[in-house]
């Protein structure tokens, strides 16, 4: 079965700094998604950043990128410029191709500290 | 505005009682989803549903029980058999068939509490 880990429960990061979240997974498929989902206090879960893993290439969307490193099924996100709006609990999530099943981390806690 | 409503916000529930949570979606997405959130161990698959009058057990699945008559509703029912009901639960839905377009949408949750 596929798992989700995510071994920090919280970070903090100074505002404008910038901050890296870690996730690992494991599967034995070679074709899926990952994700990173927001949620900040309003409890609204927020897709920040996806991934496909037939792509080389790294995601980025603004502040936010991956590492995506597919032999070690690591999934890290990194903010950059980090700012007070982006405090929340963040969840990395995994979802094998074709199979519409999305399987989600504990989470971790982000402070960001003025 | 397309999106997911899930209602209430909050809900309470007695001793021994059912109650249903509603999810109701206009996004004409196939596949819908609950999932339970509790603080510390992220979000965990209740139910899920790829096709009208057809749905599968997720993870945590005892002591609940959904349907799926319409395409675009999908109510969870949390019965008298679960013990620890208090969470937070979330609904979802997404697109099926679109190649490079897989992704979840969430409602805004209800948070569900025993009186």
């Known amino acids: 079965a596929q798992t989700v880990t995510q071994s920090q429960p919280e970070m903090s990061v100074q505002e404008a700094e910038t901050v890296t979240l870690s996730c690992t997974y494991d599967?034995?498929?070679?074709?899926?998604?990952l994700f990173w989902y927001k949620q900040p206090p309003s409890r609204q879960m927020i897709l920040v950043i996806r991934q496909e893993a037939y792509k080389q290439q790294n995601a980025t969307e603004n502040r936010f990128s991956v590492n995506f490193q597919k032999a070690a099924k690591s999934f890290s996100l990194k903010i950059s410029d980090s700012q007070l709006g982006d405090a929340a609990m963040y969840f990395c999530?995994?979802?094998?191709?074709?199979?519409?099943?999305?399987?989600f981390g504990t989470g971790t806690r982000l402070k960001v500290l003025a | 505005d397309g999106g997911i409503t899930q209602s209430p916000k909050y809900l309470f529930r007695k001793e021994g009682q059912n109650v249903t949570l509603s999810c109701e979606q206009n996004l004409n997405h196939d596949a819908m989803y609950w999932y339970r959130q509790d603080p510390g161990q992220g979000l965990r698959l209740i139910y899920y549903?790829?096709?009208?009058?057809?749905?599968q057990k997720g993870d945590i699945a005892e002591g609940y029980s959904v349907s799926r008559e319409k395409k675009e509703s999908f109510p969870l029912t949390v019965t008298s058999a679960q013990k620890n009901p208090t969470a937070f639960y979330l609904c979802a839905s997404s697109i099926i068939g679109q190649l490079f377009n897989e992704k979840l949408f969430f409602g805004s949750g209800t948070q569900l509490s025993v009186l």
């Open positions: 999530a995994y979802s094998s191709s074709g199979t519409y099943k999305y399987i």
């Open positions: 549903s790829q096709i009208v009058n057809d749905f």
């Open positions: 599967t034995s498929e070679s074709d899926y998604y």
